[in-house]
């Protein structure tokens, strides 16, 4: 493969007594690993061996880390269960200490922050917080795949990492498949789910740490992607002494201007507007018919998507008369489209100064999963009011929880009738709780540390191309050299939200998955800087140690072109800025 260039508050770590806040089971179990339990004694005292450890877990339970140690005024913290998990050969983990607890609310009604931390007995003193995603509401247990890792590739508990995440601060699972924003009546379960629910659970998680092995990690990372992502990008912007890597994957930077682009294209869908199975499709024919070979190659994936948005228009599949047409669109069907596609304008600035959603890209249309303009922009029926339907396209459904639950506060809102100008000072204030684009990245790079952005061009949730205006942004605010000391944005051409893209002509799913917490960590522990192409893999499923298929990831602003050979290897790509433009 050829490649050519293209104001938080301090955490507060009192050294406590451990029979004070973990009673006098743990402190036995604490001096028979030859500590107190309090501070970061890395270096000092040899770490506890695994059968002082095997003690020390179940003494946990029952605990508490008290608000006053975390770095943002906060309930306390108890530890209502821990117990030792055996290792198991059918899900590769190893033997571990499974916590699970909350933060008790400080205001009457708000649910508590619930948390789990997983701690491995054999530890690489490096620790993962885990992002969420959608609205959240669920638990995050830190168990799960990584978004993108390849088949078969060991989870971070299996490579030594204590991994945690919580369910930033609500139980939605009473009301997530409709109306997954109504926590948001709540002013604390709203903060908590903007930011603070990060930080606080990662403050217990350390506390625990220190006490559990006697010091704190040497690393700190942060993986999540969509909401994850902003979650990821919000640690780095706000708290930017917290964590030494990141990695934001299709990160819903702009939360704000996104969720006013779900109401843009939500509103022509009630007045004929909505995209049935056969207009998806033409949309995506049109699109790989007019960009598929820009990348050097007819192979159904439009890679070189910079190219594609300024060769293809929408305008050209419009009905002779604007009506309705077995073979084009209308004009209120090209409505709901320019809606995703172009920017959307607010008529206010947002936090940063920010004043328009970028639109989506093309390439992605149809994908593996159902992803694509049939899960995120019309199912093909008219939305739902007030309430919409399981059954509505997820940015239906998210765009109506918006207006009703965080904008207007009244569940009965009829979002037919949404003008932000009426609730501009409320959008504003939720731009400054929720957006994640700052591009003051100085803090976080002068402490050392990493961040890594991937974007898909085929996702039709949230638009690429905020990723790359925030990528812009930084460089543009810190300059090209110190960003390139610290910040890498890489591009999956195709990809759908979740990370899947197929080719549009024969079905066959291309290779879009890459480990990139080591890409991060050795990075970040070993100073080693990622590469301008990361190679991603399809393997065998059944035989995970089997690579099917290669392709490079480029380095923003660069795409993979193919120069001939195998397709099917990333050798027969480079990175490159020039495609047939």
Partial sequence: MHTTTAPRTPTRHGRLRPGLLFGASFALAVAACGGDGGGDTSGTTPPPDQAALRTACPALAGTKVEGRLLGLPSGDATLASAQLVAAGDATGLPEYCQVRGAIAARSAGADPIRFQINLPLSWNEKALMVGGGGFNGTLVTGLDPLRDAPAGQPLPLAQGYATFGTDSGHDAAAYLATDPAKFALNDEMFANFAHESYKKVKDVAHEVFRRFYQRAPRKQYFFGGSEGGREGLTMAQRYPQDFDGIVSVVPVIQWTGLFNGFLAFTQPQFHGGTLDTASIKLVADAVNGACDALDGIADGVVSDYLGCQARFDLQALRCPDGGDGAACLSDAQLATLKAAYEPVRMPFPLANGITTYPGRMFGGEIQPGGEGIGRWISTGQVPSVPTPAATDARGVIYGSSYARYVIARDPAFDVRGYDP?????????????????????????????????????????????????????????????????????????????????????????????????????????????????????????????????????????????????????????????????
């Fill in 421 to 581: 100008l009426a609730y501009a000072d409320r959008i504003r204030q939720v731009s400054e709780w929720m957006d994640s684009t700052n591009p003051d990245l100085s803090a976080f790079f002068k402490r050392g540390g990493k961040l890594i952005i991937r974007e898909n061009t085929g996702d039709f949730a949230q638009s690429p191309a905020a990723g790359i205006q925030y990528y812009e942004s930084v460089v543009a605010r810190m300059g090209q050299s110190d960003a390139d000391k610290f910040l890498r944005l890489y591009v999956s051409p195709a990809s759908s939200h979740g990370g899947r893209a197929a080719s549009r002509t024969t079905g066959q799913e291309v290779p879009t998955t890459h480990d990139t917490l080591d890409t991060l960590d050795r990075w970040a522990d070993a100073g080693v800087a990622p590469a301008d192409a990361l190679v991603q893999v399809r393997r065998d499923t059944a035989a995970p140690h089997k690579v099917l298929a290669s392709r490079p990831m480029c380095r923003y602003p660069a795409f993979p072109l193919y120069g001939g050979g195998d397709p099917l290897s990333a050798d027969s790509y480079r990175c490159s800025s020039l495609g047939a433009r």
